[in-house]
């Protein structure tokens, strides 16, 4: 079982602000990853804050508690009852601090990413402990998400092809997810998750987890905890009333002082596009950092707010239909505050004041809005807590491996191609060396004549020149048809190669997304047997940044 190092690069659609955040972590953390430039740009330094495991915990805050607050370890102790996360409650209330991560919770655990976003947490956890701060990792359910076309699916693959589950008892309203309580419409999802995965321990905890009647918070806090809990993993789900009221005066802050944020936000916005980079989460002109929950309905509905003005001299809020002062807003969080949500961008500054935070791990989006959120955290800690990158990887089985060998391709050259593609270029490979010879011959000779003819051409008169060089085209497009032509007779000659090119794509960059985004952790679990989470885990350890190639 080898790995291999990619640069953070390889990954299509990776957001410069990402590259350049990686950058920094490899000046700092070890050697560059293949095909990295060193040296991240300056401006990064007023974006974001550095973590070293050695001496990891932030500057003090005179508003943030230092410890876990009695309350909290009631309610993770109540969510994480096995015997096994005792000694992390107990680490919890003499004082340890903790590395975060989270997502949303979703269709049989989601997928591999989380598995991934886990592990870092655990590691990087374990190696501040090891450098004697004792660290906990602690992953957030963010239950009180409400897309729930988001998370309503998830991919397994199959013998010669992706089999996608869904779960459609979509919700009358856009209420949190995690509130949903499961029917027995994911009974009969069950047993095809398990047919797909093969028997496997993976799929009994699955059906464990996944029963009519218990939420999808539940359920999705169920299976991870079966499979993290011996690396003292604890699992919080903080959409209940006692969470918020720990993290109140977040809540508070983002009431009274929203035209101050706002203002932050639209001014860290232009220093990052001045700096070259976009904001990742948009901040509209009545955009807030809250959401409201709807008492009839449930339903959690973006609250806009109307800035101060004389006739309203604290600003005014909508929530849907329903209008709310700013005292009726701050009297709903007094009394209900379960029902104000955070938003994203402000529910890092959230975790930490709930928990004693010391860095959150985060995939590349997270990573990038981070740079947003650091202003909150000025304004509200005094201080910024450190993001990490998650890890990731490729899995690359012996079966995919096999046909990469066979024809000679690296796994890097498939992430960001498609099955025609390949198909083509395997095809053209296939061709027998006098095909080959002879196409690049002609080719080569044509380009080579064209380019010597439409030169003398124009330098006769422009007019010719201009006509010389629409011909030559025309005839280098027909060559180069010609090359496809007989690229398509050694591929109706050979239908292996089409099969072998769609199992390729199908393992590795499955739906045109990396595999670690599309197919079901579940399903890599299953796959990769039950040494697979030990080795992320100590690959997690290594802050160097990058893609690894993950051989098994």
Known sequence: MKTEFLSPATLPGSQLIFLDFCRRLEDRHGQPSSGAVPGAPSALTRFYADWDPKNPAPPSCSIAPDRIAEPMLRLLAAQNPDPACQVSLNQLRNGARTVVTGQQVGLFGGAAMILYKAATAIAQAAEASAAGHPHQPIFWLASEDHDFAEINHLTFPDRRALVTLRYDAAPEHPVPVGRLALTKAIAPLVEQAQSLLGWSEIGEHLAAAYRPGVTLAEAFRAFYSRIFSRFGLLILDPAGREAHRQGAPVLRAAIERADEFHAAL?????????????????????????????????????????????????????????????????????????????????????QDFILPHSAYVGGPAEVAYFAQTAVLYEKLLGRITPVLPRFSATVVDATTAALLHRYDQAPERILGTDADTLRQSLAARAMPIETKRALASVGNALDQELTALTGHLAAMDANLGKAAVVSASKMRYQMNRLRRLAANHQLQRENSIARDAEAVVRAIFPQQAPQERVLASAAILSLAGEDFLDRVVREAANLTPGHRLLWL
Request: proline residues 6%; glycine residues 6%; hydrophobic residues 45%.
């Open 266 to 350: 639209l001014e860290r916005n232009r220093e990052l596009e001045s700096a070259g980079y976009h904001a990742q989460v948009a901040v509209a002109e009545r955009s807030s950092l809250l959401f409201l929950i709807d008492a009839q309905t449930g339903a959690r509905v973006a609250l806009k707010r109307t800035p101060a003005t004389a006739a309203e001299p604290a600003g005014i809020w909508q929530a849907g239909r329903l209008t709310l002062s700013t005292s009726e807003l701050l009297g709903i969080l007094d009394a209900e505050p379960e029902r104000i949500s955070p938003s994203a961008l402000l529910r890092p500054v959230f």
